[in-house]
């Protein structure tokens, strides 16, 4: 026990004893010492194995329970008094049940284990933008991954007083049956209860649900933005520019956090700074314009197609203090991946605790990987060689630019700009994007995911929806909104633009469109770089790979408008009029005739 005082943190943890039934009860102080300890501890139990600790210094490899492997979307649930509340596209229950559910399978799952109490913050110690949680759970890999990912410890709760708010958040991995697995979200009482998973997205409860769902909710109240954004900083001339960019799970969020300049735009002088990978907490700043701020320490990346071409600032990362999930485990105790760093080990195991050996293949033939596809490496943020020197700075960073993006084959071109503020907030509103691994479901099918926030808002999006358009009158010098897609694929099924560094060259642009330069076109969705507008030195695409990067085509985005509306309806009257005059304008504009 520690010198806390807080009567509602102790009656909840007191209550949580009763009802878990726990043999011991763990205050985390977050000390070095402390961390050693629990990892000792954590290697007797095996829930972590030591990587050979010369070439992979403080890091250690977990499996998780096959089942287990990527965020539950189908049993993650938004409980509020109403149904309206939580919206089309949330599963609702009402806390009652929520409540009763969970206490169910809470109810002596910690027995034979400790009870980790977690104090947490989420965003600098003390700053305006910060929250704090308190994690409780019975899961020492929990305990290990919060350590890199948030501010834990003492120092958290000497800021949270005696009466300080904070989330109260609930974990027990219990027996890791699918049947006893909930992610529930108590809006209404600042509260998250999580059973049955001990996967980062469902487990991590600083991550998506409190730094996002709870957060949206807390942010609608307090007129800010809490969005599934990377925040990066451009260096150019020794002026530093910044923007977020929301894609959905596994689209290149952590890639172009950590963008490294292209060798064609060397001369320049340019240098990416990264401020966060995953999430941003936006406030309007004194001087009127929008301000972000990671509320992370930490970055749960992931790891397939990570290698020090497509991403050396995330390998540099991860050279030690990481603990990495669900990835090959090589018999010489190295880690491996499918498009990862160096050759695979001759033999080891998969991620699913089979023997595995490069070119496995199953009994039809297909090769079997040896890494999950939604491995992740969990990474302090501070060993990110191209981490900003302000990433802590509690009143953060102001933004210039926010982009949307998604990953489609075909349709949206390599970036456009959105007329307006309103007009953005529809095109983020209609954001579209294939499925990954990052969540149970089938990987590939086109869905929409609004602002990339569709697993991830707390509230009827409807109403999300009408926030953003309000937050929008209400910052004076707000950013311009953008759209980019780096997935466009050619007829053969390859992918037309090379990604990764090269897009720095449409950030430019972005940067350009924002100080009033860059050469534009304006068609019917919106301003795209005229042909000239990009610069491609150094680049050689193959001939007509420009353009068709760069196509709109009228009579597709028509078609597109379809599921748009259908998308829309659901919201019924939740959904804001200005949608829908984005609507009807947007297929106004793709009748008029183009003239090539
Ligand atoms: P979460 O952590 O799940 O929220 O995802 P994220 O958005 O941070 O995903 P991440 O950056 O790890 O994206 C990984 C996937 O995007 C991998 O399959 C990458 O190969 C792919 N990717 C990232 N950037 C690019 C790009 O510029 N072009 C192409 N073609 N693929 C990219
Ligand atoms: C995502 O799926 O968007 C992630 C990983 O960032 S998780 O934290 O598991 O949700
Ligand atoms: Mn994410």
Known sequence: MTHIVHEGLKAWVDETVKLGQPDQVYWVDGSQEERSRLTKRAIARGFIIPLDQEKYPGCYYSRSNPNDVARTEH?????????????????????????????????????????????????????????????ITDSLYVVLNMLIMARVGHKVLDQLGTAGAFTKCLHTRADLDVKH??????????????????????????KKCLALRIASWQARKENWLAEHMLILGIEKDGKTEYVTAAFPSACGKTNLAMLIPPQGLKA??????????????????????????????????????????????????????????NVVLGDALSVWWEDGEGAPPASGTSWDGKPWKPGLKDKDGKPVPGAHPNSRFTAPAGQCPSIAPNWEDPKGVPISAMIFGGRRERLAPLVFEALDWAHGVYVGATVASERTAAAVGKVGEVRRDPMAMLPFCGYNMGDYFGHWLRMGGDIPKPPKIFHVNWFRKDSTGKFLWPGYGEN???????????????????????????????????LNLPAGAMDKLLE??????????????????????????????????????LKIKVLA
């Open 181 to 206: 697995r909930l992610i529930l979200h108590f809006p209404e009482d600042n509260a998250i209860v999580s059973t049955g998973s001990a996967y980062g997205g469902n487990a991590l409860l600083g």
């Open 504 to 538: 720095l060259r449409v950030l430019e642009w972005i940067l350009a469109r924002c100080s009033g330069k860059g050469k534009a076109v304006q068609t019917p969705i919106g301003w795209v770089p005229a042909k000239d507008g990009l610069d491609l030195t150094g």
């Open 75 to 135: 049993l993650t649930y938004i409980c509020t008094r109403k149904r309206e509340e939580a919206g089309p596209t949330n599963n609702w229950m009402s806390p009652e049940d929520g409540y009763a559910k969970s206490k169910e399978i809470i109810k002596g799952s910690m027995a034979g284990r400790t009870m980790y109490v977690i104090p947490f913050s989420m965003g600098p110690i003390g700053s305006p933008f910060s929250k704090i949680g308190v994690e």
């Open 552 to 589: 709109v085509k009228p009579d597709e985005w028509t078609a597109e408008l379809d599921g748009v509306k259908s998308f829309f309806d659901q919201f019924g009257a939740a959904l804001p009029e200005e949608l829908w005059k984005q609507f009807e304008t947007l297929k106004g504009r």
């Open 268 to 325: 320049k002088g340019y240098r990416i700074w990264t401020v966060g990978d995953d999430i941003a907490w936006l406030r309007i700043g004194p001087d009127g314009r929008l301000w972000a701020c990671n509320p992370e320490a930490g970055f749960f990346g992931v790891a397939p197609g990570t290698n020090s071409k497509t991403n050396p600032n995330a390998i540099a990362t991860m050279k030690k203090n990481t603990i990495f999930t």
